[in-house]
């Protein structure tokens, strides 16, 4: 691999403690406790109403107290940003002891004593301004999904305790990985006037990733006594296939291979990356009519896995312990260039692989008209058969509903038969999921645009606009 990418990879200048750090939180932490309560309500509450099942989503905080024991920080590193922002990646441990209680109809009132949260936080300062406070925003995300663990309190006395905490820990999961695992950041603004497009971190690029063999595969031990006689009558060879998972970004699974202990699948699929830090998840599983059964689990990551030159044979680990299969993986990178001749699958990387990425950026709208209370206004953008939507926003004292600040991306995977007959982009203002003026974007003007961005303040009618940015990109393999 040639020093461009190495250069990259090891640009770390090493870690330092959070000393001074851990001392602010610290004092702060009464404060944050009431506003990171605040905004735990705020947020969390909709989500459960709308993701748990049954009785549970009518769950509401009764009591949110974060208790005495402050978040704490370590192993800080500092990097500049592609998007002339800082950059500081640290880990996140957490022990709290907490006073939280859920209650809701139908279900019994839940107590949560103690949560432990642990991960590795990156933290975005962009942009860098000349003004007080200098930082435009602060972006915080988790590089993977963090590890969490929930305490009830009186565990014993709740009916199907292990259930329910299964179920809020995975919503809350869920929600934090919608949020703040990456891609997904979570967004405040030092600086009202801050530009969302200077703000903004784009992907690194593209992890092509091959799924190739595993060796010493055994199926796992049955429970109960009819799987095991039935084992025994008939040999049990695993029928496996492989999940993976990086960040936030949807799971991909291979084909099953069936009746090997040795199964070899070759297949390759594309991510999208965002950090090199970024852990990659391979979870093989033995496909089962009775349900699907753990084989194991290996890990990596994107930085160690092309530090290695893009080939790992990784150990299997089955309920945290070491097995005796191994997985083999290999993967290349590209990089995202702006550059119109690089759109195209050039390399013969076959049916669904991606050649580039469009990434759309919804600022704000500007000059809505109506009654202030009447107005519920959002972006919706279209492309071929995929649409995206910014959040609605509503009237509050001291916002500006007619000028509404979004601040929103999205991201658009291009394959080949995508740019070979693309269609145009259609950014329309809503009112109430009311269309309220539009207008058309096409494709080949973004492409044809300086570094193949389009931005501006889009007419749709009305008297209004809406500031966005459409960018295309195709992809170049790492040096």
């Known amino acids: 691999m040639a020093q461009t990418i190495l250069t990259t ?32 309500k705020d947020v969390v509450e909709p989500i459960l109403a709308s993701t748990l099942p049954g009785p549970l989503s009518s769950l509401r905080f009764v009591k949110l107290d974060l208790g005495h024991v402050p978040i704490k920080f370590s192993n800080v590193d500092v990097h500049k940003t592609t998007n002339e922002g800082i950059k500081l990646d640290m880990d996140l441990d957490w022990e709290g002891v ?8 139908g279900v019994p009132k839940i107590g949560i004593e103690k949560v432990q949260l642990k991960g590795r936080l ?20 988790f590089i993977n999904p963090p590890n969490l663990k929930i305490d009830f309190t009186n565990a014993a006395n709740i009916a199907d305790c292990f259930l329910i905490e299964k179920v809020v820990r995975k919503t809350i999961l869920g929600i ?14 030092l600086d009202s006037a801050a530009d969302y497009f200077k703000t903004y971190q784009h992907h690194h690029g593209v992890l092509r990733l091959t799924v190739s063999s595993a060796t010493g ?22 029928d496996c296939y492989v999940k993976v998972k990086i960040g936030a970004e949807e799971e991909w699974r291979t084909q099953v291979q069936k009746n090997n202990h040795d199964p070899a699948w070759n297949e390759t699929h594309d991510f999208l990356i965002t950090d090199f830090e970024q852990a990659i998840a391979l979870d093989i599983q ?28 990784l150990p299997l680990l089955h309920k945290g312990e070491h097995t005796q299969a191994k997985l083999s ?75 509404p600040s979004f601040d929103q991306a999205f991201r658009v995977p291009l394959t080949a038969d995508m740019v070979a007959n693309p269609s145009s982009f ?46 295309v990109h195709g992809i170049q393999l790492a040096e």
């Open 9 to 40: 990879l090891n640009a770390s200048g090493g870690t330092e403690s959070a000393g001074f750090l851990n001392d602010i939180v610290a004092q702060l932490w009464p404060n944050i406790n009431v506003a990171g309560g605040q905004i735990a």
């Open 98 to 105: 907490c006073d939280i209680e859920l209650d809701g109809r």
């Open 122 to 141: 990156t933290i975005l300062l962009a942009p860098l301004t000349n003004i007080i406070p200098l930082i435009g925003a602060v972006q915080v995300a």
């Open 176 to 189: 934090i990985s919608g949020m703040a695992v990456l891609p997904n950041r979570f967004l405040v603004k």
């Open 217 to 238: 595969i055994t199926a796992p031990k049955k429970s109960n006594g009819a799987s095991r006689l039935f084992a025994k009558i008939i040999k049990d060879v695993p």
């Open 286 to 313: 033995d496909d089962d009519l009775a349900g699907d059964d753990d084989i194991g689990l290996a890990y990596t990551t994107v930085k160690q896995l092309l530090l290695e030159g893009g080939s790992q044979e």
């Open 329 to 403: 993986i290999r993967a290349q990178f590209y990089n995202f260039v702006a550059e119109p001749s690089l759109l195209s699958a050039s390399d013969d990387g076959g049916a669904g692989q991606i050649c580039g990425l469009v990434t759309i950026l919804v600022a704000s709208a500007l000059g809505l008209q109506g009654a202030r209370d009447e107005l519920n206004p959002s972006v919706k953008v279209s492309w071929g058969g995929k649409e995206f939507a910014t959040a609605a926003k509503t009237y509050t004292p001291g916002t500006d509903i007619f000028n």
């Open 426 to 471: 259609k950014i329309s203002l809503l009112n109430k999921k009311q269309e309220a003026g539009s207008v058309e974007v096409a494709f080949q003007d973004v492409v044809g645009a300086p570094g193949m961005v389009k931005e501006d303040a889009f007419d749709v009618g009305g008297g209004a606009t809406v500031r966005a940015s459409i960018s």
